[in-house]
């Protein structure tokens, strides 16, 4: 990397101070430590409502700062209140086994995983934009100024990535790049599509020009190999360099795998990493791919049933929706189907049970409907994450949009509840189906005004959950559909809703509105109250399913992500994916007015 590139000391500490206030604050919400009140403080309680605390490490180490409370057990801690220093890194040094607990490879693999992080970060900042310029962006554009997971510490440790991976291929990067192609043969690829794309010369002649599509026949005839006999598909470079090339070479070898050249269409990466929007073709689908790094808490591939059943879970959440007047004609609700997807098998991974999941993941893609197909004219989307952006002054996205919209905040949270609320809360109650509708899977679409109007929906085959609870509305499920989703009992299916959107990104918006808004933080969660109990009121004939799915209980579980890493998982290889830990209960801030 040369030295342009390298963020400078002033940079790099003002990102790590930031990380370090976040760290204490997600670590004491998941009551990983225990800050305590600060009896040496000379000031009281700030105009502001925040305190001060201390957290004492050694004897001769204790930690002040100060922070508010909020919703949910929340922590807010001001970056520039933290002393002795604010070093994240130092902190892990003197507390990883005394008061984190934290074993000696789980320390060494997090401090990689922050490392990354910071540098992430640090890359950010150095290229930031205003406010007003974030409102000028396009959907593609936006994400590449994205910071990433507000609630998991280590959201950018991408690990596998070295330097140059990063600069290349991370999302900040925002790099337009083309993709390799390769062509599998039948005997270890599979396809599914929805309907209209039943078979994949369906899709190749709307995702392939008609001369990429002969280059490519070419190209497995001059193998001597009939090119009726493969399936093609976009593979992320990276994927190939690390793991394809090494670990399909006898299939590279006797012809069953061919690589293929670009299908020359310019794709830009997603938060996610490994899900590519063509900017060539903004009409052109995005596509999936496997990506084996290790980032925000899972391998990051496509698991070989689920990608195979994904366009029949898109043609399966598509009809509900189709066939409910309210979904379809007043939340307008657009689910970004994943329409088409194939999978190649590793012949010796796929056949052993015990293996790590990600060696079962390694080859395939999933081609999803972009949003801008959608959108009525005047009409432009966000990610719900975007509205958690901060300028280098300071100023929200959400304020900017706010003050474009012309309309008051409150009136302006409420449209922003209204477009998002009622169709989750519909699939939730009338067919016991959750999206995961966390800051990177919700998107929210504005008017010409940037006010809020509706929502679209992506990520169905891997974020989909249903009710574990009989419903008649699942009878008529399809069997490949129902072999592949997850189902949970009630109680903790509304976790879906309370911690992908309430805890995982209202818990942020809260005090953001307070601050920029002037709209206190328990005005904030009566806003969002009264747009579920407006739900209520319009369906009251699912009272029974309102009273199942209660997502106004006084308390609810508490989802831990960072406690997942730091004290179950760890970094250990495990035959299935892990879950989010539970630890306690919290404070439901929608349970009363």
């Known amino acids: 990397m040369s030295p342009a590139h390298q963020p400078s000391h002033s940079v790099w500490q003002h990102a790590a101070r930031r990380l370090f206030a976040k760290m204490l604050a997600e670590f004491a919400y998941e009551e990983i430590l225990t800050p305590e009140p600060d009896g040496t403080a000379t000031e009281g309680t700030s105009p502001d409502g925040s305190a001060h605390y201390r957290l004492p490490v050694t004897d001769d180490l ?129 396809y599914r599509g929805i309907p209209t794309l039943a078979t994949p010369d369906r899709l190749y002649r709307e995702e392939l020009s008609p001369a990429v599509h002969d280059a490519f026949a070419r190209t497995v005839a001059d193998e001597g190999r009939d090119p009726a006999d493969y399936l093609y598909l976009p593979v992320h470079p990276w994927q190939w360099d690390e793991t394809i090339a090494p670990l399909f ?223 008649p509305e699942h009878d008529a499920m399809p069997q490949d559909v129902r072999a592949v989703l997850l189902t949970e009992p009630p109680s903790f299916l509304i976790q879906f809703i309370h911690s992908g959107l309430f805890v995982g990104v209202f818990r942020y918006l809260a005090p953001l509105c307070e601050d920029q808004l002037g709209v206190p933080e328990a005005e904030f969660w009566s806003l969002v109250r009264a747009e579920i109990l407006s739900h209520h009121e319009r369906f009251p004939r699912l009272k029974e399913r309102h009273e199942t799915f209660d997502l106004l209980t006084p308390r609810i579980a508490r989802l831990c992500l960072n406690r997942n890493r730091l004290h179950v998982d760890g970094y250990r290889d495990r035959r299935d994916r892990p879950h989010a830990a539970v630890h306690g209960t919290v404070r439901n801030p929608l349970h009363t007015p």
Do not use: M
């Open 249 to 471: 070479a006898p299939q590279l070898a006797d012809g069953s795998i061919i690589a293929l050249p670009t299908d020359n269409d310019l794709r830009l990466p997603q938060q996610s990493i490994r899900t590519f929007t063509n900017i060539s073709r903004p009409q052109g689908r995005t596509v999936k791919l496997p990506l084996s790094i290790l980032n925000t808490l899972v391998w990051r591939g496509l698991p070989t049933e689920r990608t195979l059943a994904a366009p029949a879970v898109t043609r399966w959440v598509h009809g509900l929706r189709d066939e409910d007047p309210y979904l379809r004609d007043e939340t307008r609700v657009i689910l970004l189907g994943e329409i088409a997807s194939v999978t190649v098998e590793h012949p010796v991974y796929d056949r052993l049970p015990g293996v790590p999941y990600q060696f079962k993941e390694l080859l395939g893609c999933i081609w999803r409907e972009p949003v801008a197909p959608h959108l009525d004219p005047g009409e432009r989307a966000r990610t719900l994450a975007s509205l958690l952006q901060t300028d280098p002054e300071g100023r929200a996205l959400t304020a900017e949009l706010v003050r474009r919209s012309g309309l008051a905040p409150r009136i302006w949270l409420r449209r922003l509840f209204a477009a998002l609320l009622p169709p989750l809360l519909h699939f939730l109650y009338r067919y016991g189906t959750v999206f995961s509708p966390h800051g990177e899977n919700a998107i929210v679409v504005f008017d010409e005004h940037d006010v809020p109007t509706r929502l679209a929906v992506k990520d169905f085959v891997d974020d989909v959950n249903t009710s574990a609870e009989p419903l």
């Open 62 to 190: 204790v930690y002040r700062f100060r922070a508010r409370r909020g919703a949910y057990g929340h922590w807010r801690i001001d970056p520039a209140s933290l002393t002795p220093d604010a070093d994240p890194l130092r902190f892990l040094t003197r507390a990883h086994d005394t008061l984190l607990g934290l074993s000696g490879d789980t320390t060494g693999h997090l401090i990689r995983e922050l490392t990354a992080t910071l540098a992430a970060d640090a890359r950010l900042d150095a290229t930031a934009l205003s406010a007003a310029d974030l409102a000028d962006l396009d959907y593609a554009a936006l994400e590449g100024h994205q910071t990433g997971h507000p609630w998991l510490v280590a959201n950018k440790g991408r690990l596998g990535f070295s330097a140059a991976d990063a600069a290349h291929w991370a999302p900040e990067a925002r790099r337009p790049e083309r993709l390799p192609w390769l062509a599998a043969h039948h005997s270890l690829a599979h």
